[in-house]
């Protein structure tokens, strides 16, 4: 099996299907494992630069949260953060870990912050990737029109006619890395059209953001790696993050926008390795 070949799972977690790809290609047993999650209207498939680096020292788990990429799409499933993010707990004790490092992206960053705060003894170290942060509750507008039989047609195509070029050039600095193979990539989760539910209840569930407050009483140690030119969580919020959470560090990365695992693998993984193998982010040299 090579990093590009991984296993892959479907489990049923308090009845809602979780899917997930597991990577052990050269670390051993006894190697730290880093858990991925991904952000809002992505998959797995965002890591799939990064994780054939990770591969090198550390067993690698990546999960579809639900309703994106090929996790259930439930009609019943209350789309918080808080719900969310035990519901991956509840994976990663199925899988018997109970020691991880946790890695997300955007929204799958705000997922982690739930985690380091439901379970701080489960998470050995927090890496944060562009992570959602200090957002509010959706309006109640929208909130009401979620309700509407018609919310999951209206989000079908507001996306389609957007397309995915258009949104993958929000999300990256050198738009000439956009390529067929990864617009496919980003588009074929969404060629299911029982995702269009979930979002809507995903839109109309989904809590604030962690509050300052909250965030200063997490004491999780966490690397914070950013875009400079992040259009969707600009850097001001990477920089507010790294003065509330206690023990953190903030690296920014020139040129790049917010889709920092396709378009800087190669330093991300340099970093990571840099943090995980050093006992103190204070004394991290960069």
């Not at 991956?88 to 992206?105: N, P, S, T, Y």
């Not at 380091?116 to 990737?129: A, I, N, S, T, Y």
């Amino acid at each position: 099996m090579t990093a590009n070949d991984p296993q892959h799972f479907t489990i049923t977690v308090d009845g809602l299907q979780m899917y997930y790809e597991k990577y052990t290609t050269n670390a051993t047993p006894d190697s730290p494992t880093i858990v991925l999650i991904h952000g809002f209207l992505s998959s797995t498939f965002s890591f799939r630069r990064l994780i054939p680096l990770l591969t090198q020292n550390f067993n690698v788990i990546a999960i579809d949260f639900p309703p994106f990429g090929k996790s259930g799409k439930s009609k019943k499933f209350v789309y918080t953060y808080e719900n969310i993010a035990t519901i991956v707990v509840k994976l990663l004790e199925h899988l018997q870990i109970r020691k991880c490092i946790l890695a997300g992206h955007s929204m799958g960053g705000q997922l982690c912050l739930h985690i380091m705060k439901q379970r701080p003894e489960l998470v050995e170290k927090g890496v944060l990737l562009c992570s959602s942060s200090y957002l509010d509750r959706s309006k109640w507008t929208i909130r009401m029109f979620t309700y509407m039989p018609f919310f999951p047609s209206y989000l079908k195509r507001w996306l389609a006619k957007k397309g995915v070029k258009e949104n993958l050039l929000n999300v990256v600095y050198d738009s000439s890395m956009i390529d067929e193979e990864m617009m496919n990539g980003y588009e074929q989760p969404f060629t299911n059209s029982r995702i269009f539910p979930g979002l809507a209840r995903l839109i109309r569930h989904r809590e604030a953001d962690l509050s300052p407050e909250q965030l200063q009483q997490i004491n999780t140690e966490c690397l914070l790696i950013w875009g400079s030119e992040d259009r969707v969580v600009p850097l001001q919020v990477g920089k507010r993050l790294n003065k509330d959470l206690r023990r953190s560090k903030l690296i920014v990365l020139d040129r790049t926008g917010h889709l920092i695992p396709e378009e800087r693998p190669d330093q991300i993984y340099s970093y990571i390795k840099r943090f995980l193998v050093d006992s103190s982010t204070e004394s991290l040299s960069y």
